[in-house]
């Protein structure tokens, strides 16, 4: 009993030590058929920026359409949702090329507190017309950092360029979509 203790207890310590050591993403070892482009750390690295905002954008998503209340709930707390997969599903496109780039990406959640660009989330009912522009400006947030790596990737990686490429017209279109419903006609 005392050696299947004693092995949980070096197991729990060099598991504690890896997670301490490896913040971040991070290269891994090649194997197999895994040979060709190497990716930089600068790539990795924007590419990470692009991960952990969708990460946020996904889970401040959900405290919204948990929380919306007021005049046409119904269909910003679905459109939420349409948003919240949106995200979910670009952050784990980015996950995986960074994979696909021999990098290990690190959507954990001190990590995703730590780096995102995106403002707080508001605690509480948030009625739909606050929730609107809230959302907007999450939307765009994210946005704003997908853009501002752009340059560098598309220089180093035209294939990661082109998934980013599909990430800023979804997200885009996603802004355009919410806040029209707080917007007035133009005269």
């Known amino acids: 009993m005392a050696t299947a203790t004693s092995s949980k ?6 598991s504690s030590t890896r997670a301490a050591s490896s913040v971040g993403p991070h290269s891994v070892r090649e194997e197999n058929a895994e040979k060709g482009f190497q990716a930089s750390a600068q790539l990795i690295g924007d590419l990470q920026r692009v991960l952990i905002d969708l990460i946020e954008l996904h889970l401040q998503g959900k405290q919204a359409h948990w ?5 046409n709930f119904r269909d910003l707390h679905l459109q939420l949702d349409e948003i919240i997969d949106a995200a979910r599903e670009f952050s784990d496109d980015v996950a995986e090329r960074l994979r696909a780039l021999h990098a290990s990406p690190d959507g954990r959640t001190a990590t995703v507190v730590k ?3 995106l403002p707080p989330y508001p605690n509480g009912e948030i009625d739909t017309a606050e ?3 809230l959302i907007t400006a999450r939307l765009d947030a994210a946005v704003a950092t997908v ?3 752009h340059d560098e990737v598309d220089d180093e990686d035209p294939t990661s360029a082109d998934l980013l490429h599909a990430i800023i017209a ?3 279109k996603f802004s355009w979509m919410v806040s029209a419903e707080n917007r ?3 005269a």
């Open 131 to 133: 929730t609107v522009d």
């Open 115 to 117: 780096e995102t660009s």
């Open 184 to 186: 007035t006609p133009s």
């Open 147 to 149: 853009r501002e790596v």
């Open 67 to 71: 929380n919306v209340v007021g005049k």
């Open 170 to 172: 979804g997200l885009e």
């Open 9 to 14: 207890s070096t197991e729990s310590k060099a």
